[in-house]
């Protein structure tokens, strides 16, 4: 994906919180299997010190879904949602076809890991130190 595609600043927010957080489960239909254990030997090759990897459930759904595996209160953990249909405004929305969705997060994954994050200082991206508000990203992506 280049840097100047209107989704790369999500996919690349999205990567961020699937290589820095680790409570986190993804759900993908099973053709992506591999790719997803691609993605976690690399983790475990550039960040020695991670213990605890992303979870996986195989379904088929139109979307594919990353969230947080240690909630509380109501929130229903959603993260990341790569699909066609828009998810609550407080979830980075990679608006594509699954797989391209996929394909693109998984690039992001690996360019971030090679650069050193999140271990790196400034290695994210620009703006990765600012709080991400997608809110905020939608609405200027609409304008455009």
């Not at 509380?72 to 993260?79: P, R």
Request: with cysteine; proline share 6%.
């Amino acid at each position: 994906m280049r840097m100047d595609d209107p989704l790369w600043p999500v996919v690349r927010e999205s990567a961020r919180r699937i290589l820095r957080l680790e409570h986190i489960s993804i759900k993908i239909p099973v053709e992506l299997s591999s790719e997803f254990k691609a993605l976690c030997d690399e983790i475990s090759q550039n960040i020695p010190s991670r213990l605890i990897f992303p979870k996986v459930e195989y379904v088929e759904l139109d979307h594919i879904e990353i969230r947080r595996t240690d909630i509380e209160n109501n929130d229903d953990g959603k993260l990341i949602v790569i699909g066609k249909e828009e998810p609550a405004r407080d979830v980075c929305w990679i608006e594509s076809d699954k797989i391209q969705g996929w394909n693109w997060l998984m690039e992001s994954c690996h360019d971030l890991l090679s650069a050193g994050y999140p271990g790196c200082i400034g290695c994210g991206g620009p703006n990765s130190e600012a709080e991400w508000n997608e809110d905020e990203f939608r609405t200027k992506r609409k304008l455009m």
